[in-house]
C-alpha cells in the first residue's frame, strides 16, 4: 500500500462523507417516492380539501338557507325525475280510468231508463 500525501486523504476522506451523503438522500428519495407514502400523502391532501370544501358549504349555508333548500329540493327533483314521471303518468291514467267509467255508467243509466220509458 502506497502512503498517501495529506491533501490525498483529505480528499478520499471527503469523497467518503459525500458518498454517506448522498446515498442518505437517496434513502430519503426512495422514503418519499413509495407507493405507501404517495397513497398517503394523496389520501391526506383528499382529506383537507374535502373538510376545506364542507366547511365553505356549511358556512353558504348558513348565510343563504332558502336558496341552499332551494338548490336541494331541485336535485332532488332531478334526482327522482324518472320515479316522479312514472307516478304522474298513473295517477293521470287512474283519472282517465275514473272519468271514462264514471261517463260509462252515467251512459248505461240513461239508456236503461230510455229503455224503460219506451217498453212502458
Do not use: C, Y
Not at 476522506?13 to 394523496?42: C, F, V
Not at 304522474?88 to 230510455?114: H, L, P
Amino acid at each position: 500500500m502506497s502512503k498517501d500525501t495529506p491533501d490525498i486523504a483529505a480528499a478520499r476522506i471527503n469523497a467518503e462523507r459525500a458518498r454517506g451523503r448522498m446515498m442518505a438522500t437517496a434513502h430519503q428519495l426512495q422514503d418519499r417516492l413509495s407507493p405507501k407514502t404517495l397513497a398517503q400523502n394523496a389520501w391526506e391532501g383528499a382529506k383537507i380539501k374535502g373538510a376545506d370544501l364542507a366547511e365553505d358549504a356549511v358556512d353558504a349555508v348558513k348565510r343563504r338557507p332558502a336558496a341552499a333548500g332551494s338548490i336541494a329540493a331541485a336535485l332532488v327533483l332531478f334526482l327522482a325525475r324518472h320515479p316522479l314521471m312514472d307516478l304522474a303518468g298513473r295517477m293521470t291514467d287512474g283519472v282517465k280510468a275514473k272519468n271514462s267509467e264514471g261517463k260509462s255508467r252515467k251512459r248505461r243509466t240513461k239508456n236503461e231508463k230510455q229503455k224503460t220509458e219506451t217498453v212502458e
